[in-house]
Structures are given as structure tokens and as C-alpha cells.
């Protein structure tokens, strides 16, 4: 059984830093791409940031410079690193990974695209 399971969310104040981690278990091969959405209420999932199984990051480009993904794969684990935080960043954040891929490439555009989910974390950013 596929487990992924984010922590890290938290309330934190307008130009703090912020990382979360993602723990991924029981996936039936070691290609995969893990991503961070964020979604807030009325709002479609946003993409964040994705790595392949390389190390290849994307960033979305609205939040580059001040969010990185980066993963560690001896403990399937996937970190967003969120600096210079703002109450726009308010949401929850969601990690997802995609199975079976071995092009080293990762999409943001579409959520579909990833196959299992965690449960999200909140974040929350206070002026």
C-alpha cells in the first residue's frame, strides 16, 4: 500500500522560512517524480515545485527564488523549502508522486499527471 505523508505546515509570520517533508512508502518501483502542490479554497491546485528521481527541479516561475524542492531518495523522502514566506502563501500544501517514470522530467501543469497523494499540511503565513 502507497503511503504519502507530508508534515512540517505550520503558522508563521510574513519574511519567515518554512520546510516541509514528504515521506513516500510502498511504491512498486523506484522511478518515480515527487511534487509539491498547494491548493486554497475556491482555488484550483496550484503546482509548486517537482523532482525527478536525478535530482531535476522545477520551480514554478511565480514562486522561483524564494521555493526549491529537493528529495533524498535513500529515505523516499521530498522537501519544499519556502523562504521570505507571504500571507499569499497561505494554503494547503500537498505532496504527490508518479510511479513508473524514467524520463527525467517532471510536469506542474497538471496534477492528473501524478497518481498518489498525501493528505496536505497547512500553511499558514500571518501579517
Known amino acids: 500500500q502507497v503511503q504519502v505523508v507530508e508534515s512540517g505546515g505550520g503558522l508563521v509570520l510574513s519574511g519567515d522560512s518554512l520546510k516541509l517533508s514528504c515521506a513516500v512508502s510502498g511504491l512498486p518501483s523506484n522511478n518515480y517524480v515527487m511534487a509539491w502542490f498547494r491548493q486554497t479554497p475556491g482555488k484550483e491546485r496550484e503546482g509548486v515545485s517537482c523532482?525527478?528521481?536525478?535530482?531535476?527541479?522545477s520551480v514554478t516561475d511565480s514562486l522561483k527564488g524564494r521555493f526549491t524542492a529537493s528529495r533524498d531518495n535513500a529515505k523516499n523522502t521530498l522537501y519544499l523549502e519556502m523562504n521570505s514566506l507571504k500571507p499569499d502563501d497561505t494554503a494547503i500544501y500537498y505532496c504527490a508522486a508518479r510511479d513508473n517514470w524514467v524520463l527525467d522530467a517532471c510536469l506542474l501543469e497538471d496534477p492528473d499527471f501524478y497518481n498518489f497523494w498525501g493528505q496536505g499540511t497547512q500553511v499558514t503565513v500571518s501579517s
Open positions: 523532482v525527478t528521481q536525478s535530482g531535476k527541479t
